[in-house]
């Protein structure tokens, strides 16, 4: 299934609204550790899958890529990324990650920020990605992490003075779709397992080279109190892996 909530004008809006839309990458909790994870992109050929506003494309193009190209299936977001982040040696593609074509060993870095959990096919795509991928080249992606995709319904159980219990993991190894709410909106996403996440990756003979799951750092705990609550279990899950 090909969702494409971010083109309806009030979930749209409130995505706009969020820390990551406003700030760019210093505005992602996960985004002093994800860069770690990331090769050098100097001379390099990037592909963003699920761009959104183009911040990650952005970067790549201000450390040097020689080119890169960022997908995404909504015209609202490719737009305000061509309004904010069109920098030269930037090129937009209007695409799902399910119908993106491009020739054999083609890109150097592939990377991917909160998109996948959205994907059905996540095996496909790893089959594609690796195509995609001169040998020597990088794969990079975030996602949700399991434990907070497994139950469905991401949110803590409260108790009767509205207190933040714990955070509910459930139905852990039934994988397949979830029906969920995000930004006050009905969204579709798709939980795996973290076990599925790697052995995918494995399966096509990519060497894994890092998985992180990232708290928020000191700077944003600092500054954001209520990011403490981060703490309390993972949200995001961070893999990178080389195409031999």
Known sequence: MKENKYDEPAFFEQYGKMNRSVKGLS?????????????DLKGKDVLDLGCGFGWHCRYATEKGAASVTGI???EK????AKEINHLQGIKYERTALEDAVF??????????SLTLHYIKSYDALIRSVYQWLRPGGSFVFSVEH?????????????NETGDKLYWPVDKYFSEGQRDTSFLGEHVIKYHRTIATYLNELLKENFK?????????SEE???????MREELRRPMMLLIAVDKL
């Open 77 to 80: 977001m490719l737009k305000k």
């Open 72 to 74: 995404d299936i909504s």
């Open 27 to 39: 505005g992602a909790g996960e985004w002093y550790l994800l860069k770690e994870i990331l090769p």
């Open 208 to 216: 894994l080279t890092a998985v992180e799951e990232p708290m928020p």
């Open 103 to 112: 020739p054999a060993n083609h890109f150097d870095v592939v990377f991917s």
């Open 146 to 158: 399991p434990v907070f995709t497994a139950q469905g319904m991401q949110d803590w159980i409260y």
């Open 220 to 226: 944003m705990l600092k500054h954001i109190p209520e």
